[in-house]
């Protein structure tokens, strides 16, 4: 396999060219001073080379050199960096965090003097939380302060404990270089012959011998590992929402790690031989994803958390990072209803923990009292909605082919079918399903429309149609078939696990009014006396797991349905992609319901790791992110995008490109196509639709064929006959260029 | 409050005795040569100060200097650390690790040499990943390296973008003192002279003014926020498990941080004034606590995972750490049923994934069609079991007064009473429920044993009673009622949430050997075909989500009970205490039932952030850890807890005092005791027994009125007339001894 142990992180390689000429070596860049690189640079009045050519030049040396060796030649590369392990690149940004891509096995050169202990442990902590392995640190031995022998103790019982032995440097001294008559002048005569010979020796002690039988070590390890994991995990894993006989070592991916968005995965270049390459991770890790894979800062503040606290109980308690994302969370929101905020652990629990709060809220209005079991009560929904997999969120969905194979699912509620936001043939139109064609309605089957913009433009567009279908099917569920509501329970906008279906924002609007117009449909109850904040008819849940928080765009989806949810529930990208986190915020209306002398009445639901302070601080750092991305004025990867779609504020927009998008929804494959944020989705024409199809599965084959020149691969999880492609919120617009060119080059 | 704004890690107080005679310095720890204190106090032939002998001088040094203090006077205490952010303290650990308890605001002294940039980031990250809160950074100006430009430049970013402003440091440069003719030297003549103006000078200079006034800033935020952060919460948070009318400001705690097994949190003083004080964390943060609050291995372990992936899609692709967990979980439950480990978030979810798991598995051998929607379909398990708070999992637990207020509630299966383990007025005894006594069974109200261990002795004990009693149960439930069931389900030996109940392990196992032993209760199917691993009878899930992973002094509880289960959920403790996983791991032959050529026939359950990698890493390091004391032979808590218990291999043991419990049993308050592993629950006497009890809530009131000499005190989280203690798995039985007095204090 192509993993080759390439140490980084060695110093001084002038040094080196002149005292061990034997050693082939070659400078990538240099300056004149010897100063940090980022001052360097300047000083030269020279264009500091991107992060990106570094990276380039340094993997396009080692193919070089690769290339040139025999299938049994043993080798060795180290690359050399400047200076300490976080001091500047070239062009400002830390270099541990530039060279973090590659994650190259890496050798710390320690330092042997007073101090050097700290400094050298610090060094090994921030290479740990940017995910590089330490295989080996190197320092010279010295008698008065001793720092080999304390390190080679501390790292030899970190080793022990450590779960990643690999990740904990070997620690060997070797002596140090002979005294340099003047260390500036290097006086040729006496000194020459001293160094060179010390380098000789050197080379072949038994310490750099063992050396490097450590590297090589640590590196087949490495490879060995990458090799069985596929196996291994056919073994050992059972795989979420997966049919087992259709997994086999061949199609399971295994990955050394991430960056940005993409994965470092384990495929087979065009000669069949194992490497390992860059992958886009177009599910953005199921939709978690926000600010990129291995992300430096969130890591910092996994480790802040963790080191501050760890978890610690919240039932009666409260930590600054639970306070501080709650009121985030509520002032991001933006929306007058929303106060109170419940903590837990996925989107599923969030959902189960909306449920109990409206039931609760309805009941106490208009006195279907819980005590009664009454399991009858339902929610309003609409038809492909997914809200999780514990029991409570199955049963807010419609059955389905798959939620009936599970025994205790028993689905509640009614859900409506509903108008469908598609781009075809170039054109942005409503498909009306059947149900609102035979009213009287005057709905045509489809309605076109200029821009996905106008259709956003609901003041402009006549919703009694809408209105008067629901209200009639409302009423003929509730006084004719003798229905209980509890609840409204809506994904806005965009119901991803049913197919990524984009719903037309002015239905999902007129469901609410008209739930909240007419509130006598549900109970009796004085609404005069409500306050503008309280909740009205039933309680509306708005599931933003997956379109919350920037996800499409926008804060939150209810402002583009110009409509307020009495509850929220967020969480996927809550954490930018790294922890689960879940929060449910309510309002104070419902909040009100639970209020009782009585213990029992209160909401009794809680899981060991609420609001843990992990999740919670990850998530502030993260929304504090995506914030600012959203508002930086500057050339972000969302100005130019919003300009692209010619999108002034409020208006939609996405990262993939405008034209790009019509173009793919006119290839005759393509049934429709839908973009918006980080959101691409493409419905192909399939005669099995739905998950069963397999349409998805011959795009992955082809894209696994193309080899993409070995830059990058796409990773696919598909929906049935659904591609779709999601970047985090931070993208390399050029990889999204490159993945659109693919995909077109696909249908072409 | 108490809370000073005291300033760590400056350097060299020598120095400033001699030349800045005006500050008022003290020198705590003083030793010969300027080395590293770890090999100073070796040098010095000294015993070195145990890490909490530091801590207390320097708190006793600043109360002290604190008392002499009129009301209005501002003073400054700075603390200086020996040497470098992570230099061994004497006892040889890390200064930053020593120091933590303490959490005290920080000033980095940055390196202005060349690579200082990279030092002092490093040092800084360090701090971070350990808690601490830099506040402010300061270095020396100096023209050729301009390492002061950069870090002003970098921290000033890092400091926009986080969401801890204060934790990430204001840089201040100030001027180089002058150089002295001869550093080793100080020649007094002139250069005294110079310092000594130098010094003056520079505190007087608005750098250091301005670095005052910041530091007040920081310290006085710091305050402001805890003082408000229980009102803030109280209008912001919806608490988990609780009623909401019996919280107010005054009955939130706010936390600072934690560390080890206390929470470091605002509290009042004998004065009625608010102090920060150390409160024992009781309850375990939820039972999650396994290895100290604010552990910087699992801190580290964290943030290399988080930087080395972040979160990646797990649905066919693999990762170390979730492919490592598998294994060693595997390895450590030791059970040869046990093969397949299916990850989710909490252990609610983990249960709902076992029952689908069971119900699928029985579904098809007996050919219940999982399409029938039988909602009737059981589970058989205990009273008073608990197994989490989504509705799946509620409905495996029989009806109670909390459960049966959720509308969605419908509990479906048959709950067995059950003999209980109990510790009373010194005897350790069994007590059988009624339902046993009727039968003609032989058996006692209350049997009473030497040991508690004489109980664990299954194999000279008679189980026939208690089969015969399951089985005739059984039987009438299945031919008479005509009931179906789907699963054993039970909370091996201790049914946590339920009050602390301990079960007779001989009836779990009687339960588990009837279902397997008479498989045509529940179905027809030819019994021989099946191989030893194969489940038998019903499947048999173990919730050892509170009891598992060496809570109870054992791998698994299920050694106890001599009986291997077909699927263990674990949770809580896995992750040592930091963040939610799960783990639902089950046999071959229960995952071979969704084997199909058919996609809806697969487990369709999925979390998105299903085997995190930062959750799976730190469960691993967890583990290792977990494994490693309860291994080693030196003087660990747990081998010098085992003696005291008199326990060999597999016996009894817990980090509580064989004797206090014993003692504490006696007590006429008291109705039974248990202790096992690092459990402790006491069962007070009371009328309204349960989660309505307020019995605990008086024992808070009297710990909270002791002020326990200030030194800690106690956060409790009652189960109503259960109080109990819970410590991490590494606690100092010190604190214990404490605990134990202060229990004792109470009931005489």
């Known amino acids: 396999m192509g993993v080759r142990p390439i140490a980084e992180l060695v110093t001084i390689l002038g040094h080196v060219q002149k005292y061990a000429p034997k050693a082939e070596t070659c400078c990538l860049f240099q300056y004149s001073l010897p100063v940090s690189p980022h001052l360097a640079v300047q000083k030269d009045n020279k264009t500091p080379p991107s992060e990106k050519e570094i990276l380039q030049k340094i993997v396009l040396e080692l193919q070089k050199k690769n290339q040139k060796l025999d299938h049994h030649d043993e080798q060795w590369a180290l690359i050399e960096t400047a200076g300490g392990v976080l001091s500047p690149s070239p062009n400002g940004g830390l270099q541990a965090d530039m060279y973090r891509p590659l994650r190259l096995p890496t050798i710390l050169v320690g330092d042997s003097k007073l101090g050097g202990i700290s400094t050298t442990i610090s060094a090994y902590e921030s290479l740990k939380i940017r995910g590089y392995d330490v295989n080996l640190l190197l320092l010279f031995q010295e008698s008065v302060y001793q720092n080999a022998n304390y390190l080679k103790e501390y790292f030899s019982y970190q080793q022990k404990k450590s779960a990643w032995k690999d990740s904990v440097p070997k620690v060997i001294s070797i002596l140090p270089p002979p005294e340099v008559s003047d260390p500036n002048l290097y006086c040729e005569k006496t000194d020459f012959k001293q160094m060179t010979e010390y380098y000789d020796d050197v080379s072949r002690s038994p310490e750099i011998r063992s050396a490097y039988e450590y590297l090589k070590f640590c590196h087949e390890k490495r490879i060995k590992s990458l090799e069985v994991m596929a196996d291994n995990a056919d073994k050992r894993i059972w795989y979420p929402f997966s049919q087992h006989s259709k997994i086999s070592p061949k199609s399971i991916i295994a990955l050394d790690s991430a960056y940005g968005d993409f994965f470092q995965s384990v495929t087979k270049d065009s000669s069949a031989k194992e490497i390992l390459q860059p992958q886009f991770d177009s599910s953005a890790s199921w939709w978690t994803q926000g600010l990129g894979h291995g992300n430096p800062e969130l890591a910092l503040t996994a480790g802040y958390a963790a080191g501050r606290y760890g978890h610690v109980i919240f039932a009666g308690t409260v930590h600054d990072p639970a306070l501080r994302l709650a009121n985030k969370l509520v002032s991001l929101l933006d929306n007058k209803r929303l106060s109170r905020v419940f903590y837990s652990d996925n989107g599923s629990t969030g959902i189960e923990v909306a449920l109990k709060m409206a039931f609760k809220a309805t009941g106490s209005r208009y006195g279907l009292k819980s005590e009664l079991h009454n399991n009858e009560i339902g929610v309003i929904g609409l038809k492909r909605s997914y809200h999780g997999d514990t029991i409570g969120s199955m049963n807010a969905c419609e059955e389905s082919v798959y939620n009936k194979q599970v025994n205790w699912y028993n689905g509640k509620g009614y859900w409506f079918e509903f108008p469908q936001i598609k781009l075809c043939k170039g054109t942005w139109c409503l498909e009306i399903p059947d149900g609102l064609l035979d009213d009287g309605l005057n709905l045509p089957k489809f309605k076109c429309f200029q821009s996905l913009n106008e259709i956003f433009e609901l003041d402009s567009r006549d919703i009694q149609p809408y209105k008067q279908y629901i209200f009639s099917v409302l009423k003929k569920e509730i006084q004719e078939k003798k229905r209980n509501f509890g609840a409204v329970l809506l994904e806005p906008l965009l119901l991803g696990a049913g197919g990524m279906n984009a719903v037309d924002p002015l239905f999902q609007k007129a469901l609410v009014d008209v739930v909240?117009?007419?509130?006598?449909?549900?109970?009796?109850?004085?609404?005069?006396?409500?306050?503008?904040?309280?909740?009205?008819?039933?309680?509306?849940?708005?599931?933003?797991?997956?379109?919350?928080?920037?996800?499409?765009?926008?804060?939150?989806?209810?402002?583009?349905?110009?409509?307020?949810?009495?509850?929220?529930?967020?969480?996927?990208?809550?954490?930018?992609?790294?922890?689960?986190?879940?929060?449910?915020?309510?309002?104070?209306?419902?909040?009100?319901?639970?209020?009782?002398?009585?213990?029992?009445?209160?909401?009794?639901?809680?899981?060991?790791?609420?609001?843990?302070?992990?999740?919670?601080?990850?998530?502030?750092?993260?929304?504090?992110?995506?914030?600012?991305?959203?508002?930086?004025?500057?050339?972000?990867?969302?100005?130019?995008?919003?300009?692209?779609?010619?999108?002034?504020?409020?208006?939609?927009?996405?990262?993939?490109?405008?034209?790009?998008?019509?173009?793919?929804?006119?290839?005759?494959?393509?049934?429709?196509?839908?973009?918006?944020?980080?959101?691409?989705?493409?419905?192909?024409?399939?005669?099995?639709?739905?998950?069963?199809?397999?349409?998805?599965?011959?795009?992955?084959?082809?894209?696994?064929?193309?080899?993409?020149?070995?830059?990058?691969?796409?990773?696919?999880?598909?929906?049935?006959?659904?591609?779709?492609?999601?970047?985090?919120?931070?993208?390399?617009?050029?990889?999204?260029?490159?993945?659109?060119?693919?995909?077109?080059?696909?249908?072409?």
């Open 516 to 748: 909240r117009e007419t509130p006598s449909l549900f109970g009796e109850f004085e609404n005069s006396k409500l306050n503008s904040k309280a909740w009205q008819g039933l309680p509306v849940i708005f599931d933003e797991v997956f379109t919350g928080l920037y996800r499409l765009g926008f804060k939150s989806a209810a402002k583009l349905l110009q409509t307020e949810p009495d509850i929220v529930v967020n969480a996927k990208l809550l954490t930018g992609g790294v922890v689960p986190l879940c929060t449910t915020t309510s309002s104070d209306s419902i909040f009100e319901s639970f209020l009782s002398p009585e213990k029992v009445d209160g909401l009794l639901h809680g899981h060991s790791y609420t609001a843990h302070p992990v999740g919670c601080s990850i998530a502030l750092q993260s929304l504090n992110e995506l914030e600012h991305l959203s508002q930086d004025n500057s050339s972000s990867s969302w100005k130019i995008s919003m300009k692209k779609w010619g999108s002034s504020d409020n208006q939609i927009w996405s990262f993939w490109d405008k034209f790009s998008v019509e173009k793919i929804s006119q290839f005759h494959q393509v049934k429709c196509v839908f973009a918006m944020g980080s959101v691409l989705a493409i419905t192909l024409k399939d005669i099995s639709s739905g998950y069963a199809s397999n349409a998805a599965e011959e795009f992955n084959e082809f894209v696994s064929g193309l080899q993409l020149d070995k830059e990058f691969g796409l990773h696919i999880r598909g929906l049935g006959n659904v591609i779709y492609f999601m970047s985090s919120m931070n993208p390399d617009l050029e990889s999204l260029r490159k993945i659109e060119n693919i995909i077109i080059k696909y249908f072409e």
